[in-house]
Each structure stands twice: as structure tokens, then as C-alpha cells.
T-cell receptor, first 111, second 114 residues
């Protein structure tokens, strides 16, 4: 099992550009999450999904969109990147009851 | 809503020193509690967990006991190693219908010197 994988690992964008981050899991988990990690802020939940075809807003959803067309994939989109979105993004998944499995992260810089 | 407060770092220790990282929480119902660890350049990994009051989670020499009376879940290790240098996150999952969402503390950076 590869677990949770994220693509790409690093990316640099200019302000106003768009991009999509891909998260894939091969554990048949129902729930998937996108977090951002910033210094001194811990992890903050952006969006999450409780199953294929469903998405919901987390703590900091503004400026992001998500889609879960297939159970194993959870996509995070930035339509018009801003410097405030410079961060490390983590995807996670869980079958149930709290324990989450994390991907290795995507480091995004917006200039 | 739910919240987690953990001691601010950074924490710097010498090898073989005793480690305590404090964590307290606010939650309704009966949450599950977790400690996650993040090594440099990696994602978070579950270190240990406890699902009910008085449970003790343990792994790799680390321990934490779920204390409902003090709403705490402090992380301890009797003798740290250089390889324990990492960021440690305390987290809780809500009870009932929100038990699939985690609330994290801000993290505590631990550096262990040889």
C-alpha cells in the first residue's frame, strides 16, 4: 500500500495563477481532508469529504475549492492564488473514529 | 466548540532527559485524544491515542494518560533521544456525529541535543 500520496511536492505560483493539488489514497477510506500548516498556527482544516461525491467546508475554506469525484481522490483547487496561500498543504484520510493518515505534504509558494 | 491547548515551544533538551509536553482540551461529550508527531520534511504520524477516561496510550517509550477530571493528555518520555527531535501535536476527535474531525493544538517543537 502506498497510503496517502500528494502531487506535486513543491510548487511556486505567481499571484493570480491557478493550480490543483491531488491527493490519492489506496486504503478505501471514506473520509478525506485538506489542511494547511503555517508557523505558529498548527494545522487548520480547509475542506473535507465524508464520501465520494460529497464535500464540506472546514475552518478556512475561502479561496479554495475541492472535488471528490472518485473515492480514492480528493482534489484541492486554487482559482486565483494569493501570497496569503503560501503554506504547506497536507491531505489526510480516515476510515472512521478519529485516527487520520497523512500524506507527505505539498509546499506551495505564491509570489 | 472543541479546542486544544498545548505548551508553546520550542523545547530543547539534552539526550536522556525527561520530557513532558502539556496538553489540555475543551470538548463536549467524550472525545478521543491523540498525539501526532511530525519529523522534519514529513507528514504527521500517529504516535499514540486514548479513547476513554483513564486510558493510557503508549508507543516508542512515550506515554499519555487521558485525564477527564483535569481535561488533560500530557505527553511524557523518560529518556529522550536525538531521533525524537520533531514537532508534536496534541489532537482530539469529537464525539458522536463529529468523531471523524480532528482539532489540533498548535504544535510543540522538540530539539534533543547529544
Amino acid at each position: 500500500n502506498a497510503g496517502v500520496t500528494q502531487t506535486p511536492k513543491f510548487r511556486v505560483l505567481k499571484t493570480g495563477q491557478s493550480m490543483t493539488l491531488l491527493c490519492a489514497q489506496d486504503m478505501n477510506h471514506e473520509y478525506m481532508y485538506w489542511y494547511r500548516q503555517d508557523p505558529g498556527m498548527g494545522l487548520r482544516l480547509i475542506h473535507y469529504s465524508v464520501g465520494e461525491g460529497t464535500t464540506a467546508k472546514g475552518e478556512v475554506p475561502d479561496g479554495y475549492n475541492v472535488s471528490r469525484l472518485k473515492k480514492q481522490n480528493f482534489l484541492l483547487g486554487l482559482e486565483s492564488a494569493a501570497p496569503s496561500q503560501t503554506s504547506v498543504y497536507f491531505c489526510a484520510s480516515t476510515p472512521f473514529l478519529g485516527r487520520q493518515y497523512f500524506g507527505p505534504g505539498t509546499r506551495l509558494t505564491v509570489t | 466548540g472543541n479546542s486544544v491547548t498545548q505548551m508553546e515551544g520550542p523545547v530543547t533538551l539534552s539526550e536522556e532527559a525527561f520530557l513532558t509536553i502539556n496538553c489540555t482540551y475543551t470538548a463536549t461529550g467524550y472525545p478521543s485524544l491523540f498525539w501526532y508527531v511530525q519529523y522534519p520534511g514529513e507528514g504527521l504520524q500517529l504516535l499514540l491515542k486514548a479513547t476513554k477516561a483513564d486510558d493510557k496510550g503508549s508507543n516508542k517509550g512515550f506515554e499519555a494518560t487521558y485525564r477527564k477530571e483535569t481535561t488533560s493528555f500530557h505527553l511524557e518520555k523518560g529518556s529522550v533521544q536525538v531521533s525524537d527531535s520533531a514537532v508534536y501535536f496534541c489532537a482530539l476527535s469529537g464525539s458522536g456525529g463529529s468523531n471523524y474531525k480532528l482539532t489540533f493544538g498548535k504544535g510543540t517543537l522538540l530539539t534533543v541535543n547529544p
